[in-house]
């Protein structure tokens, strides 16, 4: 008896069989199965969710940009520069100081500023002693230095009123100097404006994908201090090992692929009958940001692409873009898109640009080249962006601005991977 209302032909098989497919199809996003006034409140609260997310205005923090008129314009005549001419960081220094000398050539006055080098690039560089110097002569600004360490000492010993802009950040917080401007670039301003983006297209759930070193938690943690000051909600975070890429089962793992993949493997031995079978992915997913090298990259967008995530929007950092043309560079990247300063996609300095990509050494570091060009052209426009706080200044590193810590912020441009080729991105 038991036997026979078991049988593939009978009720009670049929019914068992459309029951259990009737739970797998519900968690699928292939199958439409809610009821239109579930839908409507599913909608509803959609709607809701977007109203906790600030205005746009608010989200992009815009700020005027600022005027001067030609009277106003002082440009230093004699400069100090303090950047590492030898030792590990020399081709950054090197970098940087090309962009100096392009800045400079530009400015249209007959007489142009006077710049002494003092390399920093020996560890046991003394700061100190090279401030000495500085002090016995008539300069009118100080640029540099590079290093955290060698910044710290700047802010250490010295003692006098010269504006001095730094390339790099100071990691101490407690010492204050109305004369030293920090500027760089920073990966967390890179960050925050990706998160941005995500915001203002509405992307309000997403999962972040960052490398297990302190570049990855940094750029991170940036990302989702922001995001999340701002009304979106980071879902999960999928932390990969830089020497071991096998970031596949992390991706399914986190996306809900493997969850999918079970479910129909139990239902198929519960029911003794194969299925085919399309896996899924959850359905609160909004966005992917994820971060990492070229490189690491070309490995994670394929596989989030593989793992039938591609409809969905990756944003990332400018470390994805090496500043090449080259299509098949950037085939696997499609879509992605980041955040990056204008000099690598406007048509300023043409000539220079093209001269750097055919050089093999320099073509990486084009954006210290901008650094370099916009701690001069930035000088002028100091005293003003420190008194009026709600303006900026575009210029090729982004749009800066300058914050109660003495910090030059930088506001970066969105850019898109489209056709291999990355442009910028004004949607």
């Known amino acids: 008896m038991h036997n026979k209302l078991l049988t593939k032909d009978s009720f009670i098989y049929k019914y068992i069989l459309i029951f259990f497919i009737s739970i797998f199809a519900s968690s699928c996003s292939d199958f439409n199965i809610i009821s239109k006034d579930t839908k409507d409140i599913v909608d509803e609260v959609k709607e809701e969710d977007k109203k906790v997310v600030k205005p746009i205005?608010?989200?992009?923090?815009?700020?005027?940009?600022?005027?001067?008129?030609?009277?106003?314009?002082?440009?230093?005549?004699?400069?100090?520069?303090?950047?590492?001419?030898?030792?590990?960081?020399?081709?950054?220094?090197?970098?940087?100081?090309d962009g100096i000398n392009i800045s400079i050539e530009e400015i249209e006055t007959t007489e142009k500023p006077d710049i002494s080098i003092f390399d920093t690039g020996d560890s046991s560089v003394d700061i100190k002693e090279i401030l000495k110097n500085i002090n016995s002569e008539d300069f009118s600004l100080i640029v540099g230095p590079l290093t955290k360490k060698n910044i710290n000492q700047v802010y250490l010993y010295k003692n006098n009123s010269i504006p001095n802009i730094t390339f790099n950040y100071s990691d101490n917080y407690t010492k204050k100097n109305k004369s030293i401007y920090q500027f760089g670039l920073l990966p967390e301003d890179e960050a925050i404006c990706a998160a941005n983006r995500a915001l203002i297209d509405q992307k309000l759930n997403v999962i972040i994908i960052q490398p297990n070193n302190k570049w990855g938690e940094r750029v991170g943690n940036a990302y989702k201090l922001r995001f999340e000051e701002f009304g979106g909600e980071i879902l999960s975070t999928v932390i990969y090992d830089v020497n071991d890429m096998q970031i596949g089962s992390l991706i399914k793992e986190n996306i809900g692929v493997k969850e999918s993949q079970l479910r129909k493997k139990q239902i198929e031995k519960l029911l003794n009958q194969k299925f085919v079978f399309t896996p899924f992915i959850r359905e609160d997913i909004d966005a992917f940001f994820a971060v990492g090298t070229h490189k690491q990259m070309q490995i994670i967008k394929p596989q989030l692409d593989f793992?039938?995530?591609?409809?969905?929007?990756?944003?990332?950092?400018?470390?994805?873009?090496?500043?090449?043309?080259?299509?098949?560079?950037?085939?696997?990247?499609?879509?992605?898109?980041?955040?990056?300063?204008?000099?690598l996609y406007n048509k300023i300095n043409l000539s220079d640009k093209e001269k750097f990509y055919r050089n093999n050494s320099k073509k990486k570091l084009l954006r210290f080249v901008a650094l370099g060009i916009d701690v001069i052209k930035v000088f002028p426009y100091i005293n003003k962006l420190k008194n009026e706080k709600n303006k900026h200044i575009k210029l090729n590193t982004g749009y800066l601005s300058i914050d109660e810590f003495n910090k030059i912020r930088r506001n970066p441009i969105y850019v898109k991977f489209k056709n291999g080729l990355a442009k910028e991105y004004k949607k």
């Open 57 to 97: 205005v608010e989200i992009i923090d815009y700020k005027e940009e600022i005027y001067l008129e030609t009277s106003e314009i002082k440009i230093a005549n004699k400069i100090a520069v303090m950047l590492p001419m030898t030792g590990k960081y020399a081709k950054i220094g090197k970098a940087i100081l």
């Open 307 to 343: 793992n039938y995530a591609e409809g969905i929007q990756v944003y990332s950092s400018s470390h994805i873009y090496r500043g090449a043309k080259d299509k098949k560079l950037y085939k696997d990247l499609e879509g992605i898109i980041f955040c990056d300063i204008p000099w």
